[in-house]
């Protein structure tokens, strides 16, 4: 289990291609790799990873299998890259942020970008049917990052787009302050919120069975949708 409380950055040193699988080392800041042993688990942009051999210098190896190279952002380092880490949290660590599994939902893309005085808020793009997940004010994970969705739109085909503002102290402690329009972002959604989304869909289906497709298209004609209908009022803290 991650906080979603960024430590870090670090740096891809080295890249290796393999079939199926692509192999790295990260360099970290100082002192990153106290402790850390092979098979431990850091969240590497969101993507929880295994270590599979330490390096000198507070560097470490990783594998990373085809499944996660073609879900996340992974398969789009280069030697140079820079990318958020987390260290696993121990028993009993402050949850700073909100519990993350390590497991990305979906990628998300940056199709806007503000720079406010002294914040930047970024406008991420979602796939459709993972937005139904996402609501203002609520957790959202962006590249292993706990962040708070400002604001939050939804489509009719179901996708959407969330933003999020990040503070001059966020900015200097993860790769955010490098993104632009078109960069890819992963994304994690918070469980409970899915859980309890996922729970008044099976419901609504339940109780409507055959009635659904009549229902559905009523609400097309009137611009809405079944998502909307079913969205809570108001989410329980996760």
């Given amino acids: 289990m991650f906080t979603g409380i960024v430590q870090g950055t670090a740096t891809v040193r080295s ?6 699988l692509r192999s790295f080392t990260l360099a970290f800041p100082p002192g990153f790799t106290a402790g850390l042993g092979v098979g431990a688990s850091v969240a590497v942009d969101g993507v929880c990873l295994t270590v599979t051999s330490l390096q000198d210098g507070d560097a470490a190896d990783f594998d990373v299998m085809l499944q996660s190279l073609s879900l996340t ?9 820079c990318v958020n880490v987390e260290r696993a949290a121990r028993d009993g660590a402050e949850i700073g942020g909100h519990p993350l599994s390590g497991h990305v939902d979906v990628m998300g893309r940056v199709s806007d970008l503000r720079r406010p005085e002294n914040n ?7 796939p459709a049917p993972a937005m139904r ?3 203002a004010k609520g957790y ?9 969705a400002a604001e939050a739109q939804r489509e009719r085909d179901g996708s959407g787009w969330f933003e999020v503002w990040l503070i001059p102290e966020t900015l200097r402690m993860t790769t955010f302050a490098e993104k632009d329009v078109g960069a890819g972002v992963n994304i994690e959604i918070e469980r409970q919120t899915q859980v309890f ?12 069975g055959a009635l659904r ?15 909307e209908l079913a969205r809570p009022a108001a989410l329980p803290p996760p």
């Fill in 133 to 135: 997940y996402v609501f």
């Fill in 15 to 20: 890249l290796v291609e393999r079939p199926g």
């Fill in 120 to 126: 930047m808020v970024l406008r991420i793009a979602v």
């Fill in 73 to 81: 952002t992974l398969s789009a380092l280069q030697v140079g890259s």
């Fill in 140 to 148: 959202i994970a962006v590249n292993g990052c706990s962040l708070t």
């Fill in 213 to 227: 497709p009549a229902l559905e298209a009523l609400l097309r004609e009137k611009g809405l949708s079944l998502d």
């Fill in 197 to 208: 989304v996922d729970t008044v869909r099976e419901a609504i289906d339940e109780r409507l």
